[in-house]
């Protein structure tokens, strides 16, 4: 699995008086099993490259390629695609409907027309997946669970479809701390377990600069720069003219004189240690 994006545009309204350009000559690659971080600001694009990625939106000019299928070429099944790609949105505990934690996570592989007992065992293993105890919350309604367990099974409901790729659009926006960390340990997680391509969007440098193999930085629509965590968050003023903060801790060694790009606890205590001895 791979996706290779390229040259991609996208404009709104086009050929209307409030024509936007959304998209701008947008290419990279994404290798397999890697966790992709995207960052930019508010506006700069970002949720429409995500929808782009699995055919939610469709690209003015441009190509996108995912597992060697151009999903932009005419008469691509989309329907195939998104068994592929998964897409989890902004606040997914949204969508939560069902009476109960197991039929809410069913509903997705059952539309698939599985057997029961595939669909079964895909919601086991997708709850599990998600850090939940399956005997523990799969009679109890969604509603009555906490902001980060809603959030967790919802995103069961999508990895029990078993994509290829996962989406994860600010999965961890609004929670509080203690949630936050939940998601974001449920996401190396599920990573580690599935070595399957996630791209993660968030404005939490922090947890890019933690968890990430790559980053793609975007402004007003365009790439302005991928590369690994240390790569990216080294180039400190490119970051700050497009709208974005470095790491706190990047930002905490950076105010101590440390000039090196210091990107975990381990490191910056190390950093600090070397510092007090000169």
Request: proline share 4%; with cysteine; aromatic share 4%.
């Amino acid at each position: 699995m791979s996706i290779k994006v390229t040259k991609l545009n996208h404009i709104y309204d086009k050929g209307m008086p409030t024509e936007q350009a959304a998209l701008t000559d947008v290419s990279f690659e994404i290798n397999d099993g890697e966790l992709v971080g995207i960052i930019g600001h508010t506006g700069s694009g970002k949720s429409t490259l995500l929808q782009h990625l699995n055919g939610l939106l469709k690209a003015t000019s441009g190509s996108i390629e995912v597992g060697g299928v151009e999903i932009t070429r005419p008469g691509v099944s989309m329907v195939e695609i998104r068994k592929r790609v998964g897409l989890v949105f902004q606040y997914p505990e949204y969508q939560l409907f069902e009476v109960n934690v197991a039929k809410d996570v069913a509903y997705g592989p059952r539309n698939l027309g599985l057997s029961e007992e595939e669909i079964d065992q895909r919601v086991r293993e997708a709850i599990a997946l998600v850090g939940l105890d399956y005997e523990t919350v799969k009679d109890r309604s969604p509603f009555e669970l906490s902001g980060g367990q809603k959030r967790a099974v919802a995103i069961a409901g999508v990895i029990a479809m078993r994509p290829e790729v996962l989406i994860l659009d600010e999965p961890t926006a609004g929670l509080d701390p203690k949630a936050h960390k939940d998601i974001l340990n449920m996401i190396t997680e599920v990573h580690r377990r599935t070595g399957n391509i996630i791209i993660l969007v968030s404005h939490n440098m922090g947890d890019i600069a933690e968890i990430a193999d790559k980053v793609i930085v975007i402004d007003s629509g365009k790439v302005v720069t991928v590369g690994s965590p240390l790569e990216v968050f080294s180039q400190g003023e490119l970051l700050k003219s497009v709208g974005l903060d470095l790491p706190p801790i990047t930002e905490f060694c950076n105010a101590l004189g440390i000039k090196d790009t210091v990107l975990d606890m381990e490191d910056a205590v190390g950093k600090i240690v070397d510092l007090i001895k000169e």
